[in-house]
């Protein structure tokens, strides 16, 4: 029985405290690992939302929509593809495009930039668009879908200064028939810390996205033809 008893292993009370710091080691690396993951996860959902959200705007752009709560009758919100008049502002921050038909209607959509924000508002005759957000509201917001800020700052915005749209070709009267389109967005992760630097802020604390696309007109009447 001695022997037995002799023989038997256990833990001691040195090696049990000798084993604590390694440990604890090994549950601050795992939550610094698990905390990153969180972190890295959340930034790359906001990009992503970012991407998606500017492509649907430029989508919309293009195409127009029509969409249940714009108004009471469904018609189309005018796109470029089916305009056949295209206007570009003098700042390059707005283009007004309308659709000229044989009945008196007037089909006309006018997108603008506006402080980082992409707008856009239509009239179909006598009907004037509504954001299906806000039926009070004749301006749809394109860009950003969310109006989210971290600290003071607009978590998503659009950032570049000039040159959202560019006639690239025109025709002899004055025709838009290639339009360039281009915008670049910036989305924001957390607030720039104190004594962090302007350049480690956008650097670390934010990212950025820039979407160039063409877009032919070839609704516009050919010169020389009404």
């Known amino acids: 029985m001695f022997n037995k008893i002799r023989n038997e292993k256990g833990i001691l009370l040195p090696d049990l405290v000798a084993s604590l710091p390694l440990g604890l080691i ?72 309308g659709v000229q038909t044989a009945s008196a209607s007037t089909i006309q959509s006018i997108a603008w930039i506006n402080n980082g924000e992409l707008y856009i508002s239509g009239q179909y005759g006598i009907s004037t668009f509504r954001s299906p957000l806000d039926p009070n509201n004749p301006i749809i917001q394109l860009f950003p879908e969310s109006t989210s800020k971290i600290g003071s700052e607009k978590k998503y915005q659009l950032i570049n200064t000039g040159d959202f749209f560019t006639p690239l070709k025109v025709d002899s009267e004055g025709n838009v028939r290639l339009l360039g ?39 516009v009447p050919r010169s020389g033809t009404a």
């Open 26 to 97: 090994v549950i601050f690396v795992m939550t610094l690992s698990i905390s990153s993951f969180i972190t890295t996860y959340s930034d790359i959902r906001d990009y992503t939302k970012m991407e998606d959200d500017l492509f649907q705007a430029i989508e919309t752009l293009r195409c127009g929509y029509i969409e249940t709560g714009v108004n009471t009758n469904k018609e189309p919100l005018c796109g470029l593809l089916s305009a056949n008049q295209v206007r570009i502002g003098s700042n390059q921050d707005r283009i007004t495009l």
């Open 181 to 219: 389109i281009k915008l670049e967005a910036r989305v924001r992760f957390r607030e720039r810390r104190n004594g962090q630097s302007a350049s480690d802020d956008l650097l670390m604390n934010t990212r950025t996205i820039r979407y160039e696309t063409k877009v032919f007109i070839g609704n």
